[in-house]
């Protein structure tokens, strides 16, 4: 996988199973072989979905020869949360336009119908 930080970060969380090796991840650090266990299978298949959750920076392996257990970067999370933060408060800020444009609306045909109530 090539291109920017983020672009691997989001490519490797597209897949359901690196989805699901990252919340277990989330819990603590895990072996390969715990890893594979719950998916029936094998522990290849699971390495190469490691690889690419290791080459987005989401997942280091320590160099312990007899354990070698997954570890979740948190800090990685950082890059993606930042980014989709940046865009919801801009949305929330659009949003929040648009409701006190609509509450101005509301005010003003409110204060029109009570006028024209008034007259008759």
């Known amino acids: 996988m090539t291109g920017d930080p983020l672009s691997r970060v989001f490519a490797a969380l597209a897949d359901p199973t690196r989805r699901d090796i990252v919340a277990r991840l989330s819990i603590g650090d ?8 719950p998916y029936g299978v094998s522990v290849q298949a699971v ?3 490691l690889k690419v959750l290791e080459d987005a ?3 280091s392996r320590s160099r312990d020869a007899q354990r070698r257990p997954c570890h979740l970067e948190a800090e990685t999370f950082e890059l993606m949360t930042k980014w989709i933060e940046r865009y919801r408060l801009q949305a929330e800020e659009r ?3 648009l ?3 609509l509450a101005a609306m509301d005010d003003q045909h409110t204060t029109h119908h009570h006028h024209q109530g008034a007259a008759s």
């Open 57 to 59: 920076g989401l997942v």
């Open 99 to 101: 409701d006190a444009v």
């Open 30 to 37: 895990a072996t390969v072989g715990h890893l594979a266990e």
């Open 95 to 97: 949003f929040g336009r």
């Open 47 to 49: 390495s190469k979905h």
